[in-house]
């Protein structure tokens, strides 16, 4: 059975920073994909950030570019995103997600066959 488990999100000022944790179950890590999503309160999901677990390479939003860092612990199975210089526009529903196919990347939701539960993060002004 997979799973996975997001936590590390909370209340945060603009400026600060918060690191998501989503650790990984019933699954062969290194053959996937793990992303990051996020859902705004009347929003689309929106992609954030992905990192192949096989070599660790990393891609991520233009929003989020040079502001967020995604990173991965084989030994705990565990992928991380680090989030610094929040803003209020961050503040979201943050979910792990993991792919498993034959693309070297993918920002679309709906091909990935895993997700956490979710983890709120806000960012007051």
């Known amino acids: 059975q997979v799973q996975l488990v997001e936590s590390g999100g909370g209340l945060v000022q603009a400026g600060g920073s918060l690191r998501l944790s989503c650790a990984a179950s019933g699954l062969t890590v290194n053959r996937y994909i793990m992303g990051w999503f996020r859902q705004a309160p009347g929003k689309e999901r929106e992609f954030v950030a992905g990192?192949?677990?096989?070599?660790?390479?990393?891609y991520y939003a233009d929003s989020v570019q040079g502001r967020f860092t995604g990173s991965r612990d084989s030994a705990k199975n565990t992928v991380y995103l680090q989030m610094n210089s929040l803003k209020p526009e961050d503040t979201a529903v943050y979910y792990c997600?993991?792919?498993?196919?034959?693309?070297?990347?993918?920002?679309?939701?709906?091909?990935?066959?895993?997700w956490g539960q979710g983890t709120q993060v806000t960012v007051s002004s």
């Open positions: 990192i192949r677990w096989s070599g660790g390479t990393t």
């Open positions: 997600a993991a792919y498993y196919g034959r693309k070297a990347t993918t920002t679309n939701d709906y091909e990935y066959q895993y």
